[in-house]
């Protein structure tokens, strides 16, 4: 039960910080060259395929990270502070996520689908911005999740 555990975690925290890294430091300056309306549209298309595999990580990684809690650390007692951090860490990338989707991404879909782009535009700067800061905590967790054995 604990590799399945470990598994789906990984898996998990691969697939969001992954899908975060490869939009910011590749789809990103690949889109700038395109026209406003085309840019919003691919990121409109973008978003509304990774957002969805987001919701499902971020049901997956505290399920599975409470589930190796339990199984393989016994509870709270006995993990490290590395541990911790992690779930520090985890735990504000969850509600930035929440916000942004919530706060920005309808927006910005709604705007997509009534043609206001420039509009559909801000949004999609602000979802940026905490898209950004989201990658900044999750290599964090990541390194923190690699290194804590050592720690």
Known sequence: ???LLMAIHILAALI???GMFFAHMFLRPAAL???TEQRVDLWFGVLSRFFPWV?????????????????????QKGTSHSVQIMQLLGWT???????LYVAFYRNMAQRVRKRLIPEAGLYLNRIRILVS???ILGITTVLVAASGRYG
């Open 16 to 18: 969001w910080v992954g």
């Open 1 to 3: 039960m604990t590799a």
């Open 93 to 99: 990338m969850i509600l930035i996520f929440v916000f």
């Open 133 to 135: 800061v989201n990658l």
């Open 55 to 75: 919701w499902g990580v971020i049901v997956a990684l505290p399920l599975s990270g409470y589930g190796l809690l339990l199984t393989a650390f016994a509870g």
């Open 33 to 35: 060259t395109l026209p």
